[in-house]
């Protein structure tokens, strides 16, 4: 069964590096997300991807974060200058045209020390 | 704005027994539902979604979900619960002409003892 992954499987940085988080969403899909959860509280939204651009982001979604897709299969996040706050699970998700079921890699866990 | 609540942070069942795991939400239009749930160190597995139809939609596992439109509720209900059903279990709804982002609830620890 196709599925979404997610490398690395766990990130350490130090504060103010810079980060990417890659994806490789199922093949046949068109819509791409990335989510986050720190640790303890809920899964927040922070960006949809559709058409090679972005559809809809969250307020988190500053201008340090942006999302490329630079081949037909991966997927990424980056984070140029890392915050303490940043530190999470990262979620990537996509989806098909037809259906509206959002499937989730099993994520990056993002440490900034 | 949307917004999905799960009033219960956790969920304590005896093996065997039926399982209620409770969710409310607030949108406008018509909305998508689903559950996922979340196992320790993994991400999120889908297990069913509400878009048109029955009110009762069934999914993997064995669970299944009640799509109420006068209390805005999605409740997931499971028969008889097992031990390996312990997990976070997380309500969130949806607008697909909007993108399709899924706004989640804080998500309700479910516990299931032998």
């Known amino acids: 069964e196709p599925e979404v992954t997610q490398t690395p499987s766990h990130q350490v940085t130090q504060m103010g590096q810079e980060v990417i988080l890659r994806c490789v969403p199922i093949?046949?899909?068109?819509?791409f997300y990335w989510y986050r959860q720190i640790l303890g509280q809920k899964v927040e939204f922070l960006v949809s991807f559709y058409n090679n651009e972005i559809s809809e982001k969250s307020e988190i979604f500053d201008d340090q974060f942006s999302v490329e897709r630079p081949d037909g299969s991966n997927f990424t996040l980056k984070i140029r200058s890392t915050k303490l706050e940043d530190s999470a699970m990262y979620f990537c998700?996509?989806?098909?045209?037809?259906?509206?079921?959002?499937?989730f890699g099993p994520g990056t866990r993002l440490t900034v020390l | 704005a949307q917004s999905v609540a799960q009033p219960e942070d956790q969920v304590n069942v005896a093996e065997g027994n039926p399982l209620t795991v409770k969710c409310t939400y607030s949108v406008s239009g018509n909305p998508y539902l689903f559950w996922y749930v979340q196992y320790p160190n993994r991400g999120l597995q889908f297990l069913l979604k509400y878009i048109t139809g029955d009110n009762l939609v069934k999914g993997s596992y064995g669970f299944e979900a009640e799509f109420n439109k006068s209390q805005t509720s999605f409740h997931l209900k499971k028969p008889s619960a097992l031990v390996s059903d312990s997990a976070l279990y997380f309500c969130?709804?949806?607008?697909?002409?909007?993108?399709?982002?899924?706004?989640f609830g804080q998500g309700t620890e479910l516990s299931v003892k032998p």
């Open positions: 093949s046949n899909h068109l819509y």
């Open positions: 998700a996509s989806r098909e045209r037809v259906t509206d079921t959002q499937y």
């Open positions: 969130a709804v949806g607008r697909m002409r909007q993108g399709g982002k899924l706004i």
